[in-house]
């Protein structure tokens, strides 16, 4: 059979696309993006705007292979299946679980050619679906799914009714792909989940610290460790110890989502701090970790959002000086708690708030860039483009340096950061 695998969405998703390429691969399956016989889908759900990039590249996908089997799965396939099952020329449709199943699913659609719809319900997956990765599309970074699923519920968030309890991998898994991954070559792992602080919860007997410490033994020859987002309240002092202990090979980056900089809004969002406790945390993090880069994730015109509310949101961001903020327009998802609440805000004022914020998180981005001209940094060279090679440093600046003969995929230099160009600073070696 000759497969071919899109995704959309997070890196989660990207990860788990690659797994099941690898899996399909290894049942003597060939990826063919030209004429498959078989195509798959990896949806997302985060907005509705997610959920109709994952309608039309279903449409797109059948039109241009109308013969292929198509699989949908993903975020928007677990919420909505029926929608996504209406849908002409969609075959088999399976939400967040039975990913490791598509093989077997596609054997049975061949018996009968009758439409599949097989989809778990989220609230019972408490285990973690192993999906091993052995093939490299991620090159020098390698993202390494450690968890799934999460507990916290925020009002606006859709995730944890599409992917379920918070279920943690087997650390043994966890090792051993690392250990793959740096036979290959790679550098950095990206430690990726949808709650990854929570990494463990559902083990007993292991933290994410826990989890690193053993990765930092078990594989010494890894060079470094990012960690993908983390909630604050999942920030523990024996998580900060341990990055302190081997804070050479983990890098010097945190990204904590906030979402909104001010109290009420928190409440209303159900996040489970406020901001009193976010900056001392963060004041906390920066006295261990001096220039650490802090980058984040705001939530645009939330419901009930008031003008003030907003501009205290404004101003905290500001205040606390990220090193980068993810903007995020709110987006109205169906079955939150959000969702039923009153005083949901005209699309133009969300959008006008998501580009007032947009415009603040290039400025505090600048701001950071800005600390580090001159300096010289070690930096991760990662691909070619437009005449420069691209790679980032510990605390995730972006740097390009002028193309040279030399293949710079995957060495690590020292570059002088000399000056920014747009979002990147300009390096020499
Ligand atoms: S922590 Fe909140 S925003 Fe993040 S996945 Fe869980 S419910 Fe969604």
Not at 203 to 224: F, Q
Not at 299 to 311: I, K, P, R, S, Y
Not at 414 to 422: A, D, E, P
Request: aromatic share 8%; proline share 3%; charged share 25%.
């Amino acid at each position: 059979m000759r497969f071919r695998i899109r995704t959309l969405g997070c890196k989660v998703n990207l990860y788990e696309s690659e797994a099941i390429s690898y899996g399909l691969k290894k049942k003597s399956w060939i990826e063919d993006e030209e004429k498959p016989d078989v195509q798959i889908l990896n949806t997302c759900t985060v907005t509705s705007t997610s959920d109709a990039k994952d309608r039309k590249m279903i449409r797109q996908m059948i039109s241009e292979a109308p013969d292929a089997i198509m699989v949908v799965m993903g975020c928007y396939s677990q919420l909505q299946p029926e929608e996504v099952a209406k849908i002409k020329g969609v075959n088999i449709v399976i939400g967040t679980k039975y990913k490791a199943k598509i093989y077997d699913l596609v054997q049975e659609y061949l018996e009968d050619e009758k439409q599949i719809i097989k989809v778990a319900d989220s609230a019972k997956f408490n285990c973690f679906e192993e999906l091993q990765l052995k093939s490299l599309s991620f090159h020098t970074r390698g993202f390494v799914k450690i968890q799934d699923g999460c507990n916290n519920f925020c009002s606006y968030c859709a995730v944890p009714y599409a992917r379920g309890p918070i279920k943690s991998r087997n650390p043994e898994a966890v090792v051993k792909e690392i250990q793959f991954l740096v036979s290959e070559g790679v550098k950095e792992v990206i430690l990726s989940g949808i709650n990854t602080g929570t990494y463990g919860q559902d083990l007993g007997n292991i933290t994410l610290a826990s989890l690193i410490e053993k990765i930092m033994v078990e594989v010494p020859d890894l060079y470094r460790i990012r960690l993908s987002s983390i909630e604050l309240m999942e920030i523990s002092d024996e998580l900060l110890e341990t990055i302190k202990k081997y804070q050479t090979r983990i890098a010097k980056h945190l990204h904590i989502p906030l979402q909104a900089g001010c109290d009420s809004t928190l409440e209303r969002m159900g996040r489970k701090y406020n901001m009193e406790q976010y900056y001392a945390r963060i004041e906390y993090i920066r006295s261990l970790f001096p220039g650490i880069a802090i980058t984040t994730d705001c939530l645009a015109g939330f419901v009930g959002e008031t003008a003030d509310e907003f501009n205290v949101t404004y101003k905290n961001l500001k205040t606390i000086g990220f090193a980068g903020v993810h903007v995020f327009p709110y987006s109205r998802r169906g079955g939150t708690k959000a969702d039923s609440m009153d005083g949901h805000l005209a699309p133009s004022i969300i959008k006008t708030r998501a580009n007032a914020l947009c415009v603040l998180a290039k400025e505090l981005k600048i701001q950071y860039m800005k600390k580090y001209l001159g300096q010289t940094l070690e930096v991760l060279f990662e691909q070619e483009k437009d005449g420069y090679w691209y790679g980032h440093t510990s605390n995730y600046l972006s740097v390009k340096v002028k193309e040279t003969d030399a293949d710079l995929t995957n060495q690590i230099k020292q570059i002088k950061l000399i000056n920014i160009n747009g979002v990147d600073i300009i390096g020499k070696e």
